[in-house]
């Protein structure tokens, strides 16, 4: 049995595309799957499995959660060992910064840095951003909510043909203990 995590991408944000968390527990059993616990409310869920990968799992999860709840819902499934090594990896100092400083948005798929070789880097200073593997880490000193780099590198012309969740850092090092065997 593997470990994953499922990240839902904008569900119960601001009171739009409900998803109760109860419910998407129940749902990740019903499709097999043991060990399922959920983490806040903006849809993280962790689940055990032994059947299926990472793609054939997100997929899965998709299309049940269309059926049971009418909702389309873009879904990164992800195992323990990506979240830790993205986690080591993290190019900034996390333990010197505040969770709401430290962002990763995890991709469905690898991307490279040609997707943003016309953006100015120093124009968002201290902004930053750095690629690693199917991740972006972002620092941003004033939070997510202020950031222009985040603004600017969630735009559709930068993640067209991706699928592409952010979360904070606590919730980064959560994911990594929720889902270690």
Same mark, same amino acid.
């Given at each position: 049995m593997t470990m994953y995590a499922a990240l839902l991408r904008g569900i119960n944000v601001g009171?739009?595309? *409900?998803?109760?968390?109860?419910?998407?527990r129940t749902?990740?059993?019903?499709?097999?799957?043991?060990?399922?616990?959920?983490?806040?409310?903006?849809?993280?869920?962790?689940?055990? !499995?032994g059947h299926g990968d990472e793609e054939s799992l997100a997929a899965e999860l998709v299309t049940a959660i269309e059926k049971r709840?009418?909702?389309?819902?873009?879904?990164?499934?992800?195992?323990?060992?990506?979240?830790?090594?993205?986690?080591?990896?993290c190019p900034f100092p996390a333990a010197e910064l505040q969770a709401k400083q430290l962002h990763v948005t995890y991709f469905s798929a690898p991307v490279d840095a040609a997707r943003y070789a016309e953006l100015d880097q120093a124009a968002y200073l201290p902004e930053e951003f750095r690629l690693g593997?199917?991740?972006?880490?972002?620092?941003?000193?004033?939070?997510?909510?202020? !950031? *222009?780099?985040?603004?600017?590198?969630?735009?559709?012309?930068?993640? *067209?043909?991706?699928?592409a969740t952010t979360r904070n850092w606590n919730t980064v090092v959560k994911l990594v203990e929720m889902t270690a065997e």
């Open positions: 009171g739009n595309r *409900k998803l109760p968390m109860a419910e998407l749902l990740i059993q019903e499709l097999g799957h043991g060990e399922v616990r959920t983490y806040l409310q903006s849809g993280q869920a962790v689940f055990s !499995s709840f009418g909702l389309t819902v873009d879904v990164i499934v992800r195992d323990h060992a990506y979240l830790r090594a993205v986690a080591d990896a593997d199917r991740a972006l880490y972002l620092y941003a000193p004033d939070g997510l909510g202020r !950031s *222009k780099l985040a603004e600017h590198l969630s735009r559709r012309s930068l993640t *067209k043909d991706l699928i």
